[in-house]
């Protein structure tokens, strides 16, 4: 049931940030709007890297072997192509913050809120990739730690970008 309980947060969240990007946040040019949808895209692409996280926690929690056992084939899948994944979600999100650099700077400004916090943002993912890559190449409770902490981390970092105000 959790785990039901728990998509359903995830499709809501997708919903409502699209309807906050495109309604409340009307994109002023063609490159802007581009640059957004590449930011959604890469949201989306992160989201599904993160949730690998809360897939292991149903695993070790639920009491359902029938449940364990789906997630588990599931995560293997996923394990798969968790690194593909995150290099292509921070490929598009460095076009994305090229892009609003070029365009949306200059109108907003430099130095507004929505920018510092993609900022911020981008030096939490570098954090998160560095955690991740090493990891990758030597797994210890220390890095494991600290690559799901960055994370969780950058996770808060883009949802208060994404609802920031310009």
Do not use: C, E
């Amino acid at each position: 049931m959790k785990h039901i309980i728990w998509i359903a947060i995830n499709v809501l969240f997708l919903l409502v940030s699209t309807i906050y990007i495109w309604v409340f946040q009307k994109p002023d040019t063609l490159f802007i709007g581009a640059g957004a949808l590449l930011g959604q895209v890469a949201v989306v692409l992160f989201l599904i890297n993160v949730n690998m996280y809360f897939i292991f926690l149903v695993i070790r929690k639920s009491t359902k072997r029938n449940v364990r056992v789906t997630l588990a084939k599931i995560a293997r899948r996923m394990m798969k192509r968790h690194i593909t994944i995150a290099v292509l979600a921070t490929t598009i999100i460095l076009i994305h913050a090229f892009i609003m650099l070029t365009q949306l700077g200059p109108l907003i400004g430099f130095f507004g809120p929505k920018m510092i916090s993609g900022y911020v943002g981008l030096v939490v993912l570098t954090l998160t990739l560095i955690g991740g890559y090493r990891r990758h190449r030597k797994a210890t409770g220390f890095r494991r730690r600290f690559h799901l902490t960055m994370a969780m981390i950058f996770t808060a970092v883009f949802v208060i970008h994404l609802f920031m105000p310009f």
